[in-house]
């Protein structure tokens, strides 16, 4: 079986949501795609096969399908666009063309001002005339959208925009409304014209959000500084960062000092101070010394490319309203168009004096007004504006899906280590047993955890404060969850938890102190123990306040760690519960016990940040992990990644999912009403073609407005 692939493109010239949804439709059907994805938000196509070697036969099919459907469109290999996000690509059209529909729309607009002079003065021009005038400003302003609804009805795509629009000011010329006509194609273009700028701004401060890719690095070579794009650094290579510049490139300082600006990674405003061996991070901007860094990590794999991948592909994994609304437009649009019939039939066939003209000018209005765009449009961008906005705020949250599920979270659980605690461990106390010292107990610890990487390990290493002889190391075995049996010269060591002595039939006090309790044995011989705490971060308790605050019921924490200590912890910041002492796979089994208990329409947060975390968090309704300090596994599998580690930062994310939801359901029954009532007074003769292009442009410019308002409140969580 050949490798998959997937790539992403973007469509250059797409404004029109209806067409983006032509577009995924077609391209999904190609022979070989596996998935096709258009989001309209940022302008971008990803596809995926699992056949790498149909790949040339897709994208040419897909450049057809494109070209058919909306020649306009251009469709561009994001990979090698310019610097910065797919949503700054601009979208108007070229300027020529561009230009040229300014002037039809004016020139438009003043044959329109001659005609209704024609009806409204005491001059009667020749009904020829009047027609030619009114006749001549319509093709002037609407001959664009005419010629697309004829192609597009050639090629099967029938209900559209254009179509709708064509047939309502077609089918008022027909019946002698001349000036309602040209007046309907008029204020279409002109709120079209508004609602395409809206949708423009609202990308672009959507891509400002994002402004942290750095456009080049300052490489340090034997000739001196070359400046040199950042995808060509590598491993191991030294930089230097001057003030006002941005860090292209996770790595250490090596000389220098400054402090940062990483407002735009993790919304904190404060800048950090770094030195000498400090972690540096992609995207911060250096506001004062002059740093020269040790690049750790290749561009593909830094910080700054991790966020932007996260945020440019959230569009790919759609919430259950945008799948919805998505359908929904699908059948609305050809049941209105339906209805429109019957209304524009029977009612002169049933009704007496009523008169074809007459019920043919009620259906034209309900064709106008029946347009999806306002849904089509603004749901989007608002899933978009609140993810855009998170990642300001230091919360990278990976599709709609998941900030939908975020709306409604009943239970939050927590892992201790790293997430509600610093992960930052020292020896606290040192107990040995008779016959040893706490010397000798410190110096078969220190030796026994050599091989480990674990924070105990390393708080035991750094007690020692003396050289480890790791020649009289010999062989080493880590029994999963338990600890280490080590070979040390000659004799044999034991050092981990309570279930390892158990298992070894050795007996151990019971320690009750707060902390970690590590045992040693010394060839079979309990040999005492040694305590190692951690800190709780500063924020935990405020976040488990907040989390309640905002209606969360259940708060309850996993940890591999003792008993003692997880009830210390939990006493301190007042969890529901703590369920200690557990191995990985015991904490997904205690995860899907309290999933069993939340409500219904509950989901269920699981914050951690450990490679351990993994499964849990894979298992989760929504993952969460911690994203400074926390493993590349458990990131990779999180939904949500918290870039500040702070566990606060969770009941942001969930009001800024709130209040996304609350700005979609808004604009869903702003645009339902007010089509609604349209619909219902155009049936009855209320309502006129004015109406109806408000009922349906301008609700989607208002529906736009609206949803640009995430982005405002997200800012300030």
């Known amino acids: 079986m050949k490798a998959a692939l997937r790539r992403e493109y973007v469509l250059h010239n797409l404004c029109c949501p209806q067409c983006a949804a032509k577009i995924e439709k077609h391209v999904s059907a190609l022979d070989g795609v596996s998935r096709a994805v258009v989001d309209f938000s940022v302008q971008k196509l990803t596809i995926e096969t699992q056949n790498a070697g149909l790949w040339d036969d897709i994208i040419t099919g897909a450049s057809g399908i494109i070209k058919r459907l909306e020649p306009s469109i251009e469709l561009r290999d994001a990979a090698v666009l310019s610097r910065g996000s797919a949503a700054n690509i601009k979208e108007n059209p070229a300027p020529v063309k561009k230009w040229f529909r300014w002037v039809s729309l004016i020139l438009g607009a003043v044959l329109f001002a001659v005609g209704l002079a024609f009806?409204?003065?005491?001059?009667?021009?020749?009904?020829?005339?009047?027609?030619?005038?009114?006749?001549?400003?319509?093709?002037?302003?609407?001959?664009?959208?005419?010629?697309?609804?004829?192609?597009?009805?050639?090629?099967?795509?029938?209900?559209?925009?254009?179509?709708?629009?064509?047939?309502?000011?077609?089918?008022?010329?027909?019946?002698?409304?001349?000036?309602?006509?040209?007046a309907v194609m008029i204020f279409y273009r002109v709120g079209e014209a508004f609602q395409d700028y809206a949708v423009g701004r609202s990308r672009k401060s959507i891509s400002a959000l994002m402004d942290i890719r750095p456009d080049y690095a300052n490489l340090k070579t034997a000739a001196g500084l070359e400046r040199v794009s950042p995808e060509t650094v590598r491993v191991g290579d030294l930089i230097v960062v001057k003030p006002g510049e941005k860090i292209p490139l996770d790595g250490v300082v090596t000389e220098g000092f400054s402090a940062l600006d990483t407002s735009a990674l993790s919304g904190e405003s404060l800048p950090r101070d770094v030195e000498p061996g400090n972690a540096v991070f992609s995207g911060s901007i250096n506001k004062s010394g002059l740093l020269t860094i040790e690049v750790s990590k290749s561009f593909g794999e830094s910080t700054v490319s991790k966020i932007l991948n996260l945020v440019q592909n959230v569009g790919n994994k759609k919430s259950i309203t945008e799948n919805f609304i998505t359908k929904f437009a699908r059948y609305y649009t050809p049941a209105v168009v339906f209805s429109a019939s019957m209304l524009a039939v029977f009612p002169p066939l049933f009704i007496p004096d009523a008169s074809f003209a007459e019920w043919i000018n009620r259906a034209l209005v309900f064709l106008v007004v029946s347009c999806p765009c306002a849904l089509v449009i603004s749901i989007p961008l608002s899933f978009f504006g609140g993810i855009g906005g998170a990642s300001r705020n230091g919360i990278l949250i990976k599709g709609s899906n998941y900030l939908e599920a975020l709306t409604n979270v009943d239970t939050v659980v927590f892992d201790k280590t790293g997430t509600l605690t610093k992960g930052v461990f020292s020896v606290t106390k040192i107990v040995p047993a008779s016959g040893f010292t706490e010397e000798t107990l410190l110096y078969y610890a220190a030796h026994a955890e050599y091989h480990s990487n674990h924070p105990i390990a390393l708080s035991i290493r750094s007690a020692y404060e003396k050289d480890i002889d790791a020649g009289i190391i010999g062989t080493y075995e880590e029994i999963a969850g338990k600890g280490v049996c080590v070979r040390i010269g000659k004799d044999t060591a034991l050092a981990g938890n309570?279930?390892?002595?158990?298992?070894?039939?050795?007996?151990?006090?019971?320690?009750?102190?707060?902390?970690?309790?590590?045992?040693?044995?010394?060839?079979?011989?309990?040999?005492?123990?040694?305590?190692?705490?951690?800190?709780?971060?500063?924020?935990?308790?405020?976040?488990?306040?907040?989390?309640?605050?905002?209606?969360?019921?259940?708060?309850?924490?996993?940890?591999?760690?003792?008993?003692?200590?997880?009830?210390?912890?939990?006493?301190?910041?007042?969890?529901?519960?703590?369920?200690?002492?557990?191995?990985?796979?015991?904490?997904?089994?205690?995860?899907?016990?309290?999933?069993?208990?939340?409500?219904?329409?509950?989901?269920?947060?699981?914050?951690?940040?450990?490679?351990?975390?993994?499964?849990?968090l894979a298992r989760s309704d929504v993952g969460v992990a911690m994203g400074g300090v926390g493993s590349d596994a458990a990131i990779e599998a999180a939904d949500v990644v918290l870039m500040t580690d702070e566990p606060s930062k969770i009941a942001g994310a969930i009001r800024i999912a709130r209040k996304t939801r609350n700005i979609v359901w808004q604009n869903i029954i702003f645009a339902l009403s007010v089509k609604g009532v349209i619909l219902v007074m155009g049936a009855l003769g209320i309502a006129a073609m004015w109406e109806a292009v408000f009922g349906d442009v301008g609700v989607a410019l208002i529906a736009v407005l609206n949803a640009m308002r995430v982005m405002k409140s997200a800012k300030g969580t």
């Open 498 to 616: 309570a279930k390892l002595f158990e298992a070894a039939r050795i007996a151990v006090p019971v320690v009750e102190e707060s902390g970690t309790a590590v045992y040693l044995a010394v060839n079979g011989e309990y040999a005492g123990y040694i305590v190692i705490s951690d800190e709780l971060k500063a924020d935990s308790k405020q976040a488990v306040e907040e989390l309640r605050s905002i209606g969360v019921k259940r708060i309850a924490m996993l940890t591999g760690d003792s008993k003692a200590v997880g009830e210390s912890i939990a006493k301190q910041i007042d969890l529901d519960a703590v369920y200690a002492e557990l191995l990985p796979h015991q904490k997904v089994e205690y995860l899907e016990a309290l999933e069993q208990s939340k409500s219904s329409s509950g989901k269920l947060v699981f914050v951690g940040d450990g490679i351990n975390d993994a499964p849990v």
């Open 119 to 182: 009806d409204y003065s005491s001059i009667s021009p020749a009904p020829f005339m009047r027609l030619a005038v009114f006749l001549a400003s319509y093709i002037l302003v609407g001959g664009e959208v005419f010629v697309k609804a004829v192609k597009n009805i050639a090629r099967g795509e029938i209900f559209d925009e254009n179509f709708l629009m064509g047939v309502a000011t077609i089918g008022a010329f027909a019946i002698g409304e001349y000036p309602e006509g040209a």
